[in-house]
T-cell receptor
């Protein structure tokens, strides 16, 4: 049984570019949450998707958007990249009947 | 801002000793969970304690929760070098939105 998977592992972009990160949830999970973790900090909640809708959103600008597909996989899109967007982006999956979120290995984004 | 705050920020102990780290939070919670992270990789779930529970055990881990003080502690007994990692507490509200603290960096010296 595959856990949460994310792609790509690493990514390097330049300021102003756009990026798309992908996540496949753990089998049986229908909810996907995205987090941003800056170096030396704890993860910060970006948003959560359930039934292809954004269910909750943290304090992130509209440059951060997402999507969930019918197979429950999800994408995180970031437009007009800033240097401060450099971080580890973590995806977590869960289901409504469980309280635990299971995390993927993350995508390390570097913005130059 | 992040709701949880771990204390201490860094902890260094000898193998075999116990490690205790604390977490404080600000608002009411549905549950509190502890995660481990090795070298900037994904987070591994350790243990969940619900708001109506006071103590929970899992192997060498013991977690306590004091909702009146809005605090939790994680005790790792008989530590091993493999326990070296960053440890985060995450509080969950009724919408299961997680708030993480800044973490405790634990180093276990062989």
């Amino acid at each position: 049984d595959a856990g949460v998977t994310q792609s790509p592992t690493h990514l390097i972009k330049t300021r102003g570019q756009q990026v798309t990160l992908r996540c496949s949830p753990k089998s049986g999970h229908d909810t996907v949450s995205w987090y941003q973790q800056a170096l030396g900090q704890g993860p910060q909640f970006i948003f959560q998707y359930y039934e292809e809708e954004e269910r909750q959103r943290g304090n992130f600008p509209d440059r951060f958007s997402g999507h969930q597909f019918p197979n429950y996989s999800s994408e995180l899109n970031v437009n007009a990249l800033l240097l401060g967007d450099s971080a580890l982006y973590l995806c977590a999956s869960s289901s409504l009947d469980t309280d635990t979120q299971y995390f993927g290995p993350g995508t390390r984004l570097t913005v130059l | 801002s992040q709701q949880g705050e771990e204390d201490p920020q860094a902890l260094s102990i000898q193998e075999g000793e116990n490690a205790t780290m604390n977490c404080s939070y600000k608002t009411s919670i549905n549950n509190l969970q502890w995660y481990r992270q090795n070298s900037g990789r994904g987070l591994v779930h350790l243990i969940l304690i619900r708001s109506n529970e006071r103590e929970k055990h899992s192997g060498r881990l013991r977690v306590t929760l004091d909702t009146s003080k809005k605090s939790s502690s994680l005790l790792i007994t008989a530590s091993r070098a493999a326990d070296t990692a960053s440890y985060f507490c995450a509080t969950a509200n009724t919408g299961n939105q997680f708030y993480f603290g800044t973490g405790t960096s634990l180093t276990v010296i062989p």
